[in-house]
């Protein structure tokens, strides 16, 4: 069995008395597309930047591609690539000295991917500075492939990029991730483009892992369950109650189960109705849309 | 730990600006200064200072998101300071080299109108040495306090009292003692700075990058 892309145990980051990230456990298999979402301070770029080797933990430890993060032997360095928000090269950089650069550290550089790539976006003989905000996005995520790294780490990479564009984008890293198996994780709040390329997704709220698993898993097992009268229904064995919410009359009841829609409608009661959540709901539901946790949620409804 | 050209290139074009700005500086300083130079003058050492200040500034700044950006491209930190040092050897040669060949050829003697200048030129040969033992002193000074002083977690105060000691040791060394007249006294000089290039490198392996 292969070793996982990233391994995270009990990973915690604080900044002053700021917790970005506390005890977080998580392991990425190779080869998988990672969504990592979460409102704006969860913690996504410390992880990544974590992963990255960028900053080291306060606690706990982060491995990748079997190694400690900080101290990645010099052959694996340029496997690992990242787009972190933020880190941009200066303006008077033109695209053939940043390839030239990427090139020196990634020792599989695909330049003619590159061409491609950025073919018909006028961005070639411009200095960065002169780009517009799309323009250099598309710029740093053609760099990003084209190092055919084995482990992409994206901090919002299509931010700025017009909707044609992110397809685009997101087509090419769907690519990427099946011709070489690469493992790529995509922290992004544009959630309906992700959703159509990732395997596995993790929301992050309050520097926790709130919820993680496979992307299909998660559309068969979490449904969103609509009942007559303001209690919640008592489902019984094999079914997790995530949250609870009474509307008009009606209780609108998060569950997560393997069992199949038929018996969660029996269980719910007369008149219930079961509906299959998408990636949105589920991030609404885990994240809250005033930024309530799910597990505030969840101890509110048990 | 190799050599990038590319690497190099974007290292040493970040700090064009500053050397061909200094290197003006200094060359014009040597051509149109009509007393005879001396180790211990102040303009060189204060041209010297800024120049390794702003190197230390624009090629090791972690908290730069340039900086950042070529640590999120894959390069190994052994291959970051490797090139970051070679950048820095350059750009210091890109001024100190040239104002050397000034004083070392009969450039500065022929421009000069003062018909004492052929025999003044020979006491002056030794002049360049203590400008490239000054950046010697300083440039592995700087870079750490530049590394360290962007380190979230290690603390801003300790590069406080290596600066604060950098001006203890450095000040007598360049005023006081200037190169080559009392060879002894820059023994613990160049020990303190060999100190600072080997502490540079080693917090570079662990270097936390805040951008």
């Known amino acids: 069995m292969n070793s996982p892309a990233i391994q995270a145990t009990n990973l915690s980051r604080h900044y002053a008395r700021t917790h970005a990230l506390r005890n977080m456990d998580l392991e990425v298999p190779p080869g998988r597309i990672l969504a990592l979402l979460g409102p704006n301070g969860a913690g996504k770029t410390t992880f990544l930047k974590l992963v990255m080797g960028l900053i080291e933990p306060t606690t706990g430890q982060v ?33 053939e000295l940043l390839a030239a650069v990427q090139a020196g550290a990634s020792p599989n ?10 073919a018909d976006r006028g961005i070639w003989t411009k200095r960065y500075g002169a780009l517009s905000k ?24 299509a931010d700025g ?13 769907r690519d990427y991730a099946t011709d070489l198996g690469a493992t790529c994780v995509v922290a992004t709040h544009i959630i309906s483009d992700i959703e159509r390329v990732a395997d596995d997704v993790a929301i992050l709220v309050r520097g926790r892992i709130a919820l993680y698993g496979s992307l299909e898993d998660l559309r ?15 489902f019984g064995e094999g079914v997790e109650v995530l949250a609870s919410k009474g509307i008009a009359g009606s209780t609108l ?23 299959n959540l998408t990636l949105e709901s589920l991030y609404l539901l885990t994240a809250g849309q005033n930024g309530d946790s799910l597990s505030r949620e969840a101890k509110e409804a048990t | 730990m190799r050599v990038r050209i590319a690497l190099l290139r974007f290292l040493l074009q970040r700090s064009t600006a500053s050397t061909v700005a200094f290197f003006c500086l200094m060359v014009l300083y040597m051509l149109f200064k009509p007393d005879p130079l001396d180790s211990a003058e102040a303009f060189p050492a204060i041209i010297v200072f800024f120049h390794c200040y ?13 900086f950042a950006f070529l640590f999120s491209r894959g390069y190994s930190r052994d291959t970051l300071w490797l090139n970051t040092m070679i950048a820095t050897a350059i750009s210091v040669l890109a001024v100190w080299l040239p104002a050397a060949i000034v004083v070392w050829t009969p450039l500065r003697a022929n421009f000069l109108p003062d018909p004492e200048y052929p025999i003044v030129a020979a006491a002056e040969r030794t002049v360049p040495l203590a400008w490239l033992a000054w950046y010697a002193l300083l440039m592995p000074f700087l870079h750490y306090e530049w590394i360290r002083w962007a380190q979230p977690t290690r603390g801003a105060f300790g590069a406080t009292l290596v600066q604060a000691g950098m001006i203890v040791v450095a000040y007598p060394i360049v005023v006081v003692a200037p190169w080559p007249r009392w060879p002894i006294l820059w023994a613990p000089g160049a020990l303190v700075a060999l100190g600072a290039f080997t502490a540079t490198r080693r917090l570079y392996a662990r270097i936390e990058v805040p951008a």
């Not at chain 2, 624009?58 to 340039?66: N, T, W």
């Open chain 1, 63 to 95: 491995s990748v591609l079997g190694h400690p993060s900080r101290s990645l032997p010099p052959q694996l360095a340029g496997k690992v690539v990242g787009m972190i928000e933020g880190h941009e090269p200066p303006s008077w950089a033109k695209l």
């Open chain 1, 109 to 118: 550089f695909d330049f003619s991917f590159l061409k491609t790539f950025c």
């Open chain 1, 134 to 157: 799309g323009q250099k996005r598309w710029l740093l995520a053609g760099l990003t492939l084209a190092s055919r790294a084995v482990l992409l780490l994206l901090d919002e990479p």
């Open chain 1, 161 to 173: 990029l017009d909707p044609a564009a992110r397809r685009s984008f997101y087509d090419h890293l």
């Open chain 1, 220 to 234: 068969e097992q979490v449904r969103e369950i609509e009942s007559p009268g303001d209690t919640t229904p008592q």
């Open chain 1, 253 to 275: 009841t998060w569950v997560k189960s393997p069992l199949d829609d038929g018996e969660l409608q029996r269980r719910a009661g007369a008149g219930a109705t079961v509906r």
């Open chain 2, 54 to 66: 702003s190197l230390a500034s624009s090629l090791g700044r972690p908290a730069d998101k340039h």
